[in-house]
């Protein structure tokens, strides 16, 4: 057992939160690498309900280290209030979160900056959540970004003067309010480096030491494969990389150093904001309200109603091949419950041809109709089910097409929104990925 990477396989909601927290008592540590709070990771366990955007979820368990990494942008503000909320909530994080100095900051000029794109954009928009997290690493590839390791340093100002230069006259171009000064801004960096205190630290060398005395680490990632800003569905992305390798970039781990890849998948597909969904459902089809009250298909982050369609097989086995997945977790297989027929798209045709990877023209990829596979509905309940064998054939019929399909094994399922409602499978492999610890979660 070593490191292993946790991320999404769709284009994010997948479920990972859950996934990571069920997970992390096999391990010391868990980092998140990249992104900032634009995500949303969602954890249930009894009658607690958690939402986390910055920390890392491994955090709910008393045991585990949190480490937000140096490829992550993070506004203080957003995390002091979260840390706060947990804080209030009876979860201690003295000394068990840590931020790397490497990380980015997300500054209220990036956020100002980002609703002023999207607003200009009118019905192009992008779909963003609207929290800077484009604008600052915009910042950060022009080498003008504020570093967490920053924020109290003698260089502050220059830097934010340099930020002003390039976003004040876009800002206000858009008829946007002015944004601060950088003067403005100098105070209230230093107090958020002084609020985070001793939680900030060399993050790279913390993790390079960890691996050297054998500790096991556990990579959350944020968002999903298919927003990639190399791989994903260009131009709507995010603005940072959700492969596997972005996992090594992002905490500054080597690949060989890494053991396995766990992608979540839905059941089903969803989507928030723009960009290509070959089998989402129409706004007329009375299927689409049903699963998403059934999935509560709603951000959480931005709290906007999720596109919804049927599992996308093809892009799904992309996404695997993509980040070399040692195994599946199938999240929300309980919302199908009341289905009379289930869809799976194996494919695509595009005018008179037919492909099994989703074009990379945002174009090409509106226009492919999905090649559906059906199979039928089971129409009983699933949910709270902890045994692969209590569940209906056609459930199971289904599952066994979604691992053929993606050509990975299922490993894990979940059928309700609660830590406590998973079904643990090919056990093999799990003692691969999670060694002697795979029993205690197991037992959990």
Known sequence: MGQIIVLGLQWGDEGKGKIVDLLCPAFDAVVRYQGGNNAGHTVRFGEAHFALHLVPSGILRPSVTGVLGSGMVIAPDALLEEIEALEARGVDT??????????????????????????????????????????????????????????????LLDVLRQQYQRIAGEITAAGAPAPPKPSSLVATCRAWAEALGDRICDATALLHRWVAEGRQILFEGAQ?????????????????????????????????????????????????????????????????????????????????????????????????????????????????????????????????????????????????????????????TTAGTLCIRDLPSEARAYLDAVERLAGVPIVLLSTGPRREETVLLQHAVLRRLLGHRARDIAER
Not at 235 to 243: I, K, L
Not at 255 to 278: L, Q
Request: charged share 20%; hydrophobic share 40%; proline share 5%.
């Open 94 to 155: 003295a000394g068990r979160l840590l931020v790397s100095e490497r990380a980015h900051t997300v500054l209220p000029t990036h956020r100002l900056l980002d609703q002023a794109r999207e607003e200009a954009r009118g019905s192009a928009k992008i779909g963003t959540t609207l929290r800077g997290i484009g604008p600052a690493y915009e910042m950060k590839a022009a080498r003008c970004g504020v570093r967490i390791g920053d924020l109290g340093s003698q260089r």
């Open 224 to 380: 999903g494969a298919m927003l990639d800003l190399d791989h994903g569905t260009y131009p709507f992305v995010t603005s940072s990389s959700t492969t596997a390798a972005g996992a090594c970039v992002g905490a500054g781990i080597a690949p060989s150093a890494i053991d396995g890849v766990i992608g979540v998948v839905k059941a089903y597909t969803t989507r928030v904001g723009s960009g290509p969904f070959p089998t989402e459902l129409g706004e007329q089809d009375p299927l689409l309200a049903h699963l998403r009250q059934r999935g509560n298909e709603l951000g959480t982050t931005t709290g906007r109603p999720r596109r919804v369609g049927w599992l996308d097989a093809a892009l799904l086995r992309q996404a695997c091949t993509l980040n070399g997945v040692s195994a599946l977790a199938v999240t929300k297989l309980d919302v199908l419950d009341e289905l009379a027929e289930l869809r799976i798209a194996t494919g695509y045709r595009l005018g008179d041809r037919e492909c099994t990877t989703l074009p990379a023209d945002a174009a090409a990829a509106e226009a492919a109709e999905p090649i559906y596979q059906v199979f039928p509905g089971w129409q009983q």
